[in-house]
T-cell receptor, first 111, second 116 residues
Framework: TQLLEQSPQFLSIQEGENLTVYCNSSSVFSSLQWYRQEPGEGPVLLVTVVTGGEVKKLKRLTFQFGDARKDSSLHITAAQPGDTGLYLCAGEPSGTYKYIFGTGTRLKVLA | GAGVSQSPRYKVAKRGQDVALRCDPISGHVSLFWYQQALGQGPEFLTYFQNEAQLDKSGLPSDRFFAERPEGSVSTLKIQRTQQEDSAVYLC??????????????FGPGTRLLVL
């Protein structure tokens, strides 16, 4: 069974702080996606990374795909209350269409 | 523009009842997925359709779960003889074209099922 472990599970920080969320697996993925989900809604795609070592930036969010395509990280700079939500990584095993979702990181940013 | 819609948004069922959950994907989307999301967890894959063909149903927990997409658009997930462990949010997602290689999945808001 392919698993994606996310850490930390929960994170509560003050507005303006920086944070990093990790997504780790022993399996190789052809692509990896990060989503944010708010209560009562479905996940919304933030970014897709496909190349080992790839770094993508989305305003204050920086995403990195590991060189071996087994892990990824999400770094948020100067967190804001609007960043509060459940962050999910999802890996696509090579040659399949099926995404394996991580265990999730619940972030709360306090004003 | 219309996104993925799901109905009902909330469903309360007595144990043993049958339920049917509907998903209206984005028009023209070839791929359709169903996921089950337990409280505080990430979504877990249930089944995948490419047009009307159900290509993968390996994630369906038991033979009480059945999904169909007869005309390649709207899909229905049916759960027979519901059990308390079926309580979860059921998410539908669609993508275009065929899934794979990082295509964007668009998720609906989910149906929250509570089995008493």
């Amino acid at each position: 069974t392919q698993l994606l472990e996310q850490s930390p599970q929960f994170l509560s920080i003050q507005e303006g702080e920086n944070l990093t969320v990790y997504c780790n697996s022993s399996s190789v993925f052809s692509s990896l996606q990060w989503y944010r989900q708010e209560p009562g809604e479905g996940p919304v795609l933030l970014v897709t990374v496909v190349t080992g070592g790839e770094v993508k930036k989305l305003k204050r969010l920086t995403f990195q795909f590991g060189d071996a395509r087994k892990d990824s990280s999400l770094h948020i700079t100067a967190a804001q209350p609007g960043d509060t939500g459940l962050y999910l990584c999802a890996g696509e095993p090579s040659g399949t269409y099926k995404y394996i979702f991580g265990t999730g990181t619940r972030l709360k940013v306090l004003a | 523009g219309a996104g993925v819609s799901q109905s009902p948004r909330y469903k309360v069922a007595k144990r043993g009842q049958d339920v049917a959950l509907r998903c209206d994907p984005i028009s023209g989307h070839v791929s359709l997925f169903w996921y089950q999301q337990a409280l505080g967890q990430g979504p877990e894959f249930l089944t995948y359709f490419q047009n009307e063909a159900q290509l993968d149903k390996s994630g369906l927990p038991s033979d009480r779960f059945f999904a169909e997409r007869p005309e390649g658009s709207v899909s229905t997930l049916k759960i027979q003889r519901t059990q308390q462990e079926d309580s979860a949010v059921y998410l539908c997602a669609s993508s275009f074209p065929v899934a794979g290689m990082g295509e964007t999945q668009y998720f609906g808001p989910g149906t929250r099922l509570l089995v008493l």
